[in-house]
């Protein structure tokens, strides 16, 4: 089988993708002063670091910014990982009383954010959870919708979404795979 990769964003669309997200969520939330961007590792937390930048810029108030490992709170953890690789959470202020973002690359079947926001509560209880991604793709299995999309993305069966961003990739790159018959 062969992997066939279409670009649907490249790094400019991208870059207004997260600076559109950015003033929706200043917008949504009359400001960012009751705001903790919670960025989930690894490419959300990369996401998130672009966002809180974004948000410092504009309006230029310090941004309460933390990351979230899911690792054992996914609930296909002893089907895909083996040996799992811990990043660690970095949560370091109270998110009590606090408007927590999630933020993710891509938001598909839901089960990602549902593991984020049991970790997440672990932490404290915050106001509200709200959840921004930069592709939606579609196909949940559990009832989870983002608050702020940047792209969505309908897949069918067998097509998936790869995100790449230069801090881990070098290079910014949204992509749709699809798996096709060689002949």
Known sequence: MKSVKNEILNETKIAKSIIR?????????????????????????????????????????????????????????????KTPKLNGTNIDKPID?????????????????????????SFGRPKSIQLAVLVDRGHRELPIRADY?????????????EVLFKEIDNQDSIRLIRNAIEK
């Open 21 to 81: 997200l950015s003033h929706e969520i200043i917008e949504k939330n009359n400001g960012t002063d009751d705001i903790y961007l919670v960025g989930i590792i690894t490419r959300g937390k990369t996401l998130a670091e672009r966002i809180h930048k974004n948000l410092k810029s504009i309006t230029g108030n310090s941004i309460s910014y933390g990351t979230i490992d899911i690792t054992f709170h996914r609930d296909d953890y002893f089907e895909r990982l």
């Open 97 to 121: 009383e606090k408007t927590v973002i999630l933020i993710d690359d891509v938001l598909y079947t839901g089960r990602t954010i549902r593991a984020a926001i049991d970790s997440l509560l």
């Open 149 to 161: 999309v940047g792209k969505n993305i309908p897949t069918h069966e067998g097509e998936h979404i």
